[in-house]
Each structure stands twice: as structure tokens, then as C-alpha cells.
Nanobody
């Protein structure tokens, strides 16, 4: 079992930055693919970014590529999402997720564990 706790959300103006953190406990963290997803009101949960267990491979959604950066610190059992040049359309609840299999996937159903989410609101 893996427990995930996100932090770092908040209210920011367009063009600003935020860094989200996700602390994991339980199963060996370095064996897990970690992902970030987001969900806006009335919309489906969508993939944002993911990183493999060793941190060498990442994949970003087209909507955030070049603005968001995912990283991890396996010594601290933590994954991060650095969000720059934020836009109002980035607003939503951001969820951290963990996947037992080693291949990155963008599908929510492919992740086994989820955090409770943290709200990000970008004002125009």
C-alpha cells in the first residue's frame, strides 16, 4: 500500500509559478512511476506529467510542455511539479498518483494509488 499527500497548491496570478509536492509512504518509492493529473470543474481528470522510478524518463502533456517540470527525490520519497507561466486554464485540483508497473502511462486507470488532491487557482 502507498499513501500520497500533495501540498503546494494555492492562488496565483496568470504568469506566476507554483511548486507542488507529493510525499509518499509505504511501498518502495523508487520502484514506482509517479504521475500528476488535474481535474477542472465539470471536466474529466486529465494527465499532466509523469516520471519513471529512476527519474531519467519523463513525459508531459502537450498543454504543459515547456512550462511544467516533473522531478523526484527518491531519498525523500517525494515527487515535485514545478509550474511556471501559469494560465487560467491550468486551474483545477491537482492529484498525485503512483503506478506499480515500470512503464509510464497517461491513463488514470493505469495508476494504483492516488492522493487527495490540492487546489490550484490561476487568476487572470
Amino acid at each position: 500500500q502507498v499513501q500520497l499527500v500533495e501540498s503546494g497548491g494555492g492562488l496565483v496570478q496568470a504568469g506566476g509559478s507554483l511548486r507542488l509536492s507529493c510525499a509518499a509512504s509505504g511501498r518502495s518509492f523508487s520502484s514506482l512511476v509517479m504521475g500528476w493529473f488535474r481535474q477542472a470543474p465539470g471536466k474529466e481528470r486529465e494527465f499532466v506529467s509523469a516520471i519513471d522510478g529512476g527519474g531519467a524518463n519523463t513525459y508531459d502533456a502537450a498543454a504543459v510542455e515547456g512550462r511544467f517540470t516533473i522531478s523526484r527525490d527518491n531519498a525523500k520519497n517525494t515527487v515535485y511539479l514545478q509550474m511556471n507561466s501559469l494560465k487560467p486554464e491550468d486551474t483545477g485540483v491537482y492529484y498525485c498518483a503512483a503506478r506499480r508497473l515500470v512503464i509510464i502511462t497517461t491513463t488514470p486507470a493505469g495508476y494504483n494509488y492516488w492522493g487527495q488532491g490540492t487546489q490550484v487557482t490561476v487568476s487572470s
